[in-house]
């Protein structure tokens, strides 16, 4: 009994065996196997082709589609990882992660999900149809159109339906940027900054992956705002044209610092930092030199002041939200500003920089400032509090 039993057994191995033999080869890879690899090697002639330039080869893995839209582009690298391949007989969509970096600027490749459609050709080897952002990626600028570069001495500018003359003013206000962020916060940081300037609002939130709703108003923003990690390769400053180009000249190089103080203090900015820290410290960096007065640079403050609606306490993170009231936002960031200008006039502003960066290096949000101020500026929040109070009167209510 026990050797029929040992002998059904083995005919059912040996069946088995049969059918995969049948289906993918007994002890052979699978056919889904087989379809990765090839749709891998695929994609590996594609890399190679964008870093070679090589639009013959580029063809040859796909459509054209955006490859003359990032031409101009300094690439160092360029790979893309297969993540996921889903196959419908001759078509299959493949999910990657692109990973590049532009030369000079990135310290290390910059990541971004990509969706892929693929079809079978007459030769049987796979052929890109399509490539787009992968599902709640952000596009990137080549998505967007034709991508024209300008590099600046400290700076490096990237557009889509901009002039060449526009993109060197932008290069311009950057190369002024660094060295005045510089003198402020110090130089252990890169000291070079990536400008992107897409055609319109959309296009700036279609790069953010956000909707329009969410900047219209704001004239730029760095990626490290948007929740990227401290130890991203680079930020990117993006710019809504829209917004920036109604500002005046002092207001664009203000904007322009803003950001790059941003750029500049990614590595000491943590989820320890408030809100009205990081932006009140990159408008403090902003508006140095401009020659602004509170009332002139916190207009929104300066009328709350007068009407006696002196803020109780400094503002929340909640209170930097785009929700449509737009005098709370300014009110945010100018009362920022002013506690950021209050340290520096009454501490230094060496003293500024090291309670900036103490608060970023405390484990979590609960205590940073608290702590920073006992231990650098010999105060106490309430105190503090009740100092910057006196100072919005001073200052704003005269």
Known sequence: MAGRRRASGTR??????????????CGGRSATDSARAEVQSVLDAREAAILDRDQAAFLRTGAQSWFRNLRALPLADWSYRLTRLDRTGDTATAEAELRYRVRGYDRAPVSAGRTLS?????????????????????????DQGRVSVV??????????????AALLRYAELA????????????????????????????????LLASPASSYRGIAAVTTGETGAPADAPADRIIVNPDAYG??????????LTHETTHVATRAHTSAATPLWLSEGYADWVGYLGSGRSPSQAAPELWQAVIEGR?????????????????????RAYESGWMACRMIAERWGEVRLVEFYRAVGAHEGRAGAVEGALRDVLGTSLDDFTGEWRDYLRAQLGG
């Open 12 to 25: 059912v191995v040996v069946a088995l065996c049969l059918l995969l033999v049948s289906l993918v080869g």
């Open 118 to 142: 693929l079809s079978l050709d007459a030769a049987g080897g796979w052929y890109v149809e399509a490539e787009r952002p992968a599902k709640g990626s952000a596009e990137q600028l080549w």
């Open 151 to 164: 590099r600046g001495e400290h700076s490096l500018v990237m557009g889509v339906g901009q002039s060449e």
């Open 175 to 206: 190369d002024d940027a660094v060295p005045a962020v510089s003198q402020a916060w110090g130089t252990d940081w890169f000291r070079r900054v990536v400008v992107l300037v897409p055609e319109s609002l959309t296009g700036m939130a279609g």
């Open 246 to 255: 109604v500002l005046g000249a002092t207001g664009k190089q203000v904007v």
């Open 310 to 330: 002196v803020p109780q306490a400094l503002p929340a993170d909640a209170d930097f939200g785009f929700t449509g009231d737009s005098g709370r936002l300014a």
